[in-house]
């Protein structure tokens, strides 16, 4: 226990000679036991050389060293080569690539998913014109919001007068009830030829636009259903009947809330183009959307097909009048079916998401609704 670091290096591989040429099972255990005793040297050596190192940086020795940057770390899910095992995941069902590329041990759980695919549904969100204008949040189970139905105005109290009249207040709770939106396809052999990243994308953008898509034009047929009268389970509002023309939009937004601060305006793209005819028989004097974003969604009727009283445009502030809860977070929840259609070569892919949606304000949406034809 006298040996230094040399010494004991030395004292080693003298024993690592004799264990080789012992000739007796009590010869070598002796020598195997002196082994253990230098190893337990060693440790002690090279810990002492630590404490002394380190008590020496403490004294202030040592070149100062100021690192200009960290590397550039890549993370392995976002590789062309996981991206492209990825890709045959989905084809196959077959991981074994995927895992062997990931540095932490994920056995027996879910495959990793590359980081564009979350840029895929992000992107879905805002590409979507209807849902890009919802406030969305993310609350456990039913989702219960108040709404004021009436209510009297504040007043104002001269010093010295009676006490001010207690409010009252009329109200009324929206119950949003989540449910699953699903969407399934299967896709072909063209598709599924593809690789990598052009392979996943193509998936992932499909299911996820008409996901969207089908979230979208269930809000506009809930907007488009709101009754005249608000009721204790229901936020209503005000109808417009007239046609395409100046004039309309600026009549619909004069039936807003005061709280509707910042409306648009939905309709079909075949009844954007009759108000603009009527834009160009005024001569391009006037702007009949008075300023304000036209979005398009076709699950509205054009005003050619629309029959009398059918809401052809919704006029509203979708942010303060509507919400999006979804319990489970905002991505997409995919799955893969590579086993039922397998002899055909197709992937079957089904997305969903859960969600509730509906209005919640009253009088934040003004319906404009076709009038009889004469």
């Known amino acids: 226990m006298a040996l230094d670091f040399e010494g004991v290096e030395k004292r080693m591989a003298e024993i690592n000679s004799a264990i080789d040429a012992a000739e007796t099972m009590e010869e070598l255990d002796g020598l195997k036991e002196e082994l253990g005793q230098l190893n337990l040297r060693m440790a002690k050596i090279m810990m002492e050389s630590r404490k002394a190192d380190m008590a020496a940086v403490s004294g202030g020795a040592g070149i100062p060293f ?4 960290e590397p550039h770390k890549i993370e392995v899910r976002n590789t062309k080569a996981y991206i492209d095992a990825y890709a045959e995941y989905i084809k196959t069902g077959r991981d074994i690539e995927c895992r062997s590329l990931l540095t932490e ?159 648009t305006i939905v309709m079909n793209k075949q009844t954007w183009a009759v108000f603009k005819a009527a834009q160009y028989a005024n001569g391009f004097n006037v702007d009949p959307f008075e300023g304000f974003d036209v979005h398009f969604n076709n699950s509205l009727p054009a005003y050619g097909s629309a029959s009398e009283d059918d809401v052809y445009a919704i006029v509203g502030d979708f942010r303060q009048g509507a919400i999006a809860n979804f319990p489970n977070g905002q991505a997409i929840e995919y799955t893969f079916d590579q086993l039922t259609r397998k002899k055909e070569d197709l992937v079957e892919v089904l997305g969903k998401v859960y969600v509730a949606v509906a209005p919640v304000a009253d009088k934040a949406f003004t319906l404009v609704t076709k009038p009889a034809t004469i």
């Open 105 to 263: 041990n994920v056995d027996g759980g879910t495959v990793p998913v590359p980081d564009f695919v979350y840029d895929i549904i992000k992107t879905a969100w805002d590409n979507n014109e209807i849902m890009s204008l919802v406030e969305k949040v993310e609350l456990k189970g039913n989702l219960k919001v108040n709404f004021e139905i009436s209510g009297t105005d504040a007043v104002i109290h001269t010093e010295g007068s009676g006490a001010v009249t207690e409010e009252e207040l009329n109200e009324g709770i929206i119950t949003l009830v989540p449910a699953y939106i699903k969407k399934w396809k299967s896709f072909s052999d063209e598709v599924m030829s593809l690789r990598g990243e052009a392979f996943v994308r193509y998936i992932y953008d499909e299911i996820a636009y008409r996901i969207m898509k089908k979230m979208a034009d269930t809000l506009i047929g809930l907007i488009a259903a709101l009754p005249q009268t608000a009721t204790a389970t229901s936020v209503s509002a005000n109808i417009v009947k007239a046609a395409p023309e100046v004039g309309t939009v600026a009549a619909a937004l004069g039936q807003l809330s005061d709280e509707a601060t910042n409306p």
């Open 66 to 69: 100021f690192p200009v940057g």
